[in-house]
């Protein structure tokens, strides 16, 4: 047995939390939870503002931002590299080489099936959302779309270090809610382009029906028994959705504002209410239960109301929401909602079914003429905006320079436990091959070491009653204990008698209480103790410090 130092953490946890803090330093942080249901609760806290946006069409838009495919400890998650693998391996690149992507494939459905005539432009100002993601609707144009923008099948990240703050795009959504999307003739009797696009389709189908159809293991029996009802027809998505909305809205409470204590377990035995995250992430589990294609998905909902006669809107942390994404066969993946007071009710989707699309209110926005005259600031005023944008570039370069000052240091702190553990697994196998003479001597060096970063500088055969009293005061050890390990030192080397394993464990004991205990010492003492083994002063000493490792 080699001494052991526990860690309070895991690598893989501080690797977590250090990631998440360069991400937030990056990219800024906002209200959505980012899939964790345990964050549920904060998705509408404040009213701060978020988005700025510019339209010229008067319609409701989901701007889609984190994605969420698979649920673990409450936590929506990507799908596994193993799900890109296998048969599936090189889809996405092939995919990209066709021109096809799931994040502009309804806008690649509806040019063949010309029906984007009806464009709007719309332009994004990101004043204090998360900017790893770039939000746009489902519709967006595929021409807007930059391939490394593309995050595998999800949605559209950002490329720059701290991510995006303005863009635009065009995009050609209907005013009607995706429920009642109905596949064109052409499907069925597609022409040469059509058959293409169907042809490479089918294959991005048959990796979503695979992945995107698994119901939570722990979730299925309650799922079961929550919709499984016997008067339920299932004729196709539209069924499927009223049946979700009408069972939830049935049994369910929904409340916008909850609390940390409302988890999904409770919410499903009807103990405590639900948000849109819960409502979202109970209608996904529904989808997959009827074998419909589902992922979770977190952004920011713009409503027809909010925008301005000159197309302008403010989204704030109230209009982050949670949402259902669907896969339409040969469409691609459209927005479903099931949180209350989010859907229209089954009489108004039966007038929008009953209305030709033609008589539909017109939503284009006619903006305003303004013929006022420009103000003048005058130089003061211009000088004053000078320095508050100077005041403003500081900033950002300030925090350019944090999040690369913490990159490096994470960087360089991996590299220091690499090379550590290295070292370490190479003396514990020299000290387990070592004779007994040998490993004495190791023992013995730590042992020195380690009395050293308590002040102690001690010499075998001197001073050991005082230097046992001082140990037994600073409460490390139990009195004589330091005594019994010197009589084993002395036995060794001045008795030249070899040490029973029992009694090289008796000296391991005392020097892992002398690790572990590490009262008074302060914080460089322990870094230097950590990584002595890396100072390569002395090739001997160096093996001997080795066996300092976890």
């Not at 501080?14 to 609760?41: C, F, H, M, T, W």
């Not at 967006?140 to 391939?147: A, E």
């Not at 301005?308 to 339409?328: I, M, Q, R």
């Amino acid at each position: 047995m080699i001494p052991s130092y526990q860690e309070n953490l895991t690598i893989e946890q501080i690797k977590e939390d250090v990631l998440q803090q360069v991400n937030d330093l990056r990219y800024g942080k906002d209200n959505l939870p980012q899939g964790d249901l345990n964050k549920a609760s904060s998705i509408h806290e404040n009213n701060q503002e978020r988005l700025e946006i510019t339209v010229s069409q008067r319609k409701n838009l989901y701007l889609k931002g984190f994605v969420g495919s698979t649920l673990e400890n409450n936590q929506w998650q990507d799908l596994t590299k193993a799900s890109y693998n296998g048969e599936h391996e090189g889809m996405l690149k092939w995919l990209k080489k066709k021109k096809f992507s799931s994040t502009y494939q309804y806008n690649l459905y509806q040019k063949l099936s010309k029906n984007d005539d009806q464009k709007q432009n719309v332009t994004i100002n990101n004043v204090a959302a998360n900017k790893k993601y770039l939000y746009t609707p489902y519709s967006i144009n595929q021409s807007d779309v930059t391939s490394s923008n593309i995050q595998k099948d999800l949605n559209l990240q950002s490329i720059a270090l701290f991510g995006s703050k303005s863009y635009s795009y065009q995009e050609t959504s209907s005013t009607s809610p995706s429920e009642l999307m109905v596949g064109s003739d052409w499907l069925n009797n597609p022409n040469a382009s059509q058959k293409e696009y169907l042809d490479t389709e089918s294959i991005y189908r048959s990796f979503v029906y695979e992945n995107y159809q698994t119901v939570d293991k722990g979730l299925e029996k309650t799922i079961s028994q929550l919709f499984d009802q016997d008067d339920f027809e299932n004729t196709g998505i539209y069924s499927v959705c009223q049946h979700i909305r009408d069972t939830m809205t049935s049994y369910l409470k929904y409340n916008d504002q909850i609390s940390d204590k409302n988890s999904l377990k409770d919410f499903l035995n009807q103990k405590t209410a639900g948000n849109d995250v819960l409502f979202s992430t109970v209608a996904v589990e529904a989808f997959r239960y009827y074998d419909i294609p589902a992922r979770y998905v977190e952004g920011y909902y713009l409503k027809s109301d909010a925008i301005d006669d000159e197309g302008n809107a403010t989204l704030t942390s109230k209009d982050g929401h949670a949402w259902v994404e669907v896969y339409f066969d040969g469409m691609g993946w459209l927005p479903i909602d099931v949180t209350p007071g989010y859907y229209y009710d089954v009489y108004t989707l039966m007038n929008m079914v009953a209305t030709p699309r033609g008589e539909q209110s017109d939503t284009n926005i006619e903006k305003g003429h303004q013929d006022s005259q420009s103000v003048d600031d005058g130089q003061n005023g211009g000088m004053i905006n000078d320095l508050i944008d100077h005041v403003g570039n500081l900033g950002m370069m300030s925090l350019g320079v944090l999040t690369i000052v913490c990159v490096v240091i994470f960087i360089i702190w991996i590299l220091l436990e690499l090379l550590r553990l290295i070292l370490n697994i190479g003396v514990k196998y020299i000290y387990h091959h070592a004779s007994s003479k040998n490993k004495t001597k190791y023992l013995y060096s730590l042992m020195e070491m380690y009395l050293k970063s308590y002040g102690i500088d001690y010499q075998l055969g001197l001073d050991s009653i005082e230097v046992d009293e001082t140990l037994e005061k600073m409460d490390l050890i139990h009195q004589g204990d330091f005594l019994r390990v010197n009589s084993l030192f002395e036995k060794c080397f001045y008795g030249e008698i070899e040490l029973e394993e029992f009694e090289l464990n008796i000296i391991i004991h005392f020097i892992v209480l002398l690790y572990q205990n590490q009262k008074g010492l302060k914080w460089y003492n322990k870094l230097k103790r950590r990584y002595t083994i890396l100072s390569g002063k002395d090739i001997y000493l160096k093996l001997i410090r080795r066996n300092e490792g976890d």
